[in-house]
Nanobody
Framework: QVQLVESGGGSVQTGGSLRLSCVAS????????MAWFRQGPGKEREGVAAIATRGGSTNYADSVKGRFTISQDNAKNTVYLQMNSLKPEDTAMYYC???????????????????WGQGTQVTVSS
């Protein structure tokens, strides 16, 4: 049984930083994709950043390019999202997601991802 557990959310002021972590258990796909999505109040869930677990290629939403960095530690089965220069519009519940099966192109579509965590809240105040 695959389980994704996020942590690291919190409340920061504009310009601050946070690092989110997603620990995957029971996830045995070495050539797959994992990603971070977010959903703000009254908004649809949107892709933030994704990574191919083999090779490490990444993909970012335009709104976070240059500010957020997705990375992985395969030994720890963990994916991170380093968030810098946070803005109030980054306020959202952040979800970790993973693909069931082989994936080489880390796209940011919710339809690709089969496993989801419970989310961690990020609040950025002005």
């Amino acid at each position: 049984q695959v389980q994704l557990v996020e942590s690291g959310g919190g409340s920061v002021q504009t310009g601050g930083s946070l690092r989110l972590s997603c620990v995957a258990s029971g996830y045995t796909y070495s050539s797959s994709c994992m990603a971070w999505f977010r959903q703000g109040p009254g908004k649809e869930r949107e892709g933030v950043a994704a990574i191919a677990t083999r090779g490490g290629s990444t993909n970012y939403a335009d709104s976070v390019k240059g500010r957020f960095t997705i990375s992985q530690d395969n030994a720890k089965n963990t994916v991170y999202l380093q968030m810098n220069s946070l803005k109030p519009e980054d306020t959202a519940m952040y979800y970790c997601a993973a693909v069931r099966g082989i994936c080489y192109s880390p796209v940011l579509s919710t339809y690709l991802y089969n496993y989801w965590g419970q989310g961690t809240q990020v609040t950025v105040s002005s």
